[in-house]
Structure formats: C-alpha cells, structure tokens
C-alpha cells in the first residue's frame, strides 16, 4: 500500500512542472496496457489548474488510452502464448507483478467475452475494473479487433470527457464529488445502460 501510495503521488506532482499534459498522454498509455494508476488521478488536477483546457485534456487521455489499449491487445495477440501454446514469460510477469491479474481472472474474462462480447469492453473501459486486463485478454482470447478498438473508444472517451466537462462545468466544487463517487456512478451508469439493451432486447 505504501508503494502504491508512492506511486499515486509521483503521478499527482506532475500536475505542478511544465510537463504535464505530455504526463498525462503517457500515463494513459500506460495505464490501458500495464500501469496501475488510473489517468483520471492526473487529469482532474490538470483540468482544475487550467479549466478551459478541460476538454483538451479529456481528449489526450481519450486518444492515448485508446492507443495504449491497442497496445495492450498487441500483447495478449503476440506475446501472451508460448509455442507450445501455454504463457510465456511475459504473461507469467504480468501475472508476478501487476496487482489484480492472475490466471483465475484471466480465464474469468474469457467466459466474460463469451457471453458479453462488446460490453464486457465497454464496462471494463468506463468503470472502475482494471482496463489493463481485458486490453491484454482480448487480443490474448483473438477478440475481433474492430469491436474491441469500438468499445474501447467509446467508453474512454466517455469516461473521461464526463470528468473534464464536470471540471470545466463546475470548477474546484466537483473535486470532492468525483472523488467519492464518480466510480460508483460510472458503475451504476454501465448497468442500467445494459439493463436498458436487454430490456429491450427482451420486449422486441
């Protein structure tokens, strides 16, 4: 916990030097395919010490969270297996030291996109769940790309135009509000948005 406390400051202090916004681009990158901070820690401090680039900042995170994504299935498609079609050393790393990915979710995942397919990658992107996993499982597990790179974008850029627009809307005010429940209304957004789909799935 204290490491990772370490980490959440390092990722915040780069609100305060010159190069934050190329920070910002990085750590979304990042965290789609491997790193375990979330970029929305880095991109509400931005968006506060320059509300007016709100929406700039949500867009960079959009792009490069989707770009780190692709990234993500680049390696569950080509390095995730060995020849003899069990994990290689990269995925045995992954599973040592990134917290929350081991072979039970993984093979968890799999029977996820089996039975939601689009939205599995939806929710994963727009909530709290590490995206990170499922970037990885899904090109790991040959989920159509196209679907995945839709859902994908879709759902980042969801999530992170609604911080910066909060943000741009009602400045330092929101902070507080985001902090404690802005995962707990994405959470709550994703399942009467797919509750809705099946509903009507369900009447047709």
């Known amino acids: 916990m204290k490491f990772m406390r ?18 910002l681009i990085v750590l979304s990158f990042a965290e789609a395919s491997f790193f375990p901070i ?5 991109l509400i401090a931005l968006a506060l010490g320059s509300r007016k680039k709100s929406l700039i900042f949500a867009l960079y ?6 770009a780190g994504a692709i ?3 680049g390696i569950g498609q080509f390095l995730w297996w060995s020849e003899a079609n069990q994990f290689s050393s990269v995925a045995n790393f992954f599973f040592n030291n990134i917290p929350g990915f081991t072979t039970d979710v993984f093979y968890q995942i799999q029977g996820m996109y089996e039975e939601w397919n689009f939205w599995i990658i939806f929710t994963a992107g727009f909530t709290p769940i590490p995206f990170k996993v499922f970037t990885i499982s899904a090109g790991a597990f040959d989920i159509n790309f196209v679907m ?5 974008l879709v759902s980042r850029s969801a999530r992170f135009f609604l911080v910066g627009w909060l943000i741009y809307k009602f400045g330092e005010p ?4 985001i902090d404690k429940y802005f995962n707990w209304l994405a959470l709550a957004f994703t399942i009467l948005l797919i509750g809705g789909f099946y509903i009507i799935k369900y009447l047709i």
């Open 148 to 152: 995945f790179l839709i859902a994908g």
């Open 6 to 23: 370490k980490l959440y400051d390092w990722v915040l202090h780069w609100a305060e030097t010159p190069y934050g916004p190329a920070a």
């Open 61 to 66: 995170c959009s792009l490069s969270s989707v």
């Open 174 to 177: 929101i902070r507080s509000f």
């Open 71 to 73: 990234f993500g299935y």
């Open 38 to 42: 979330p970029p929305d820690v880095l």
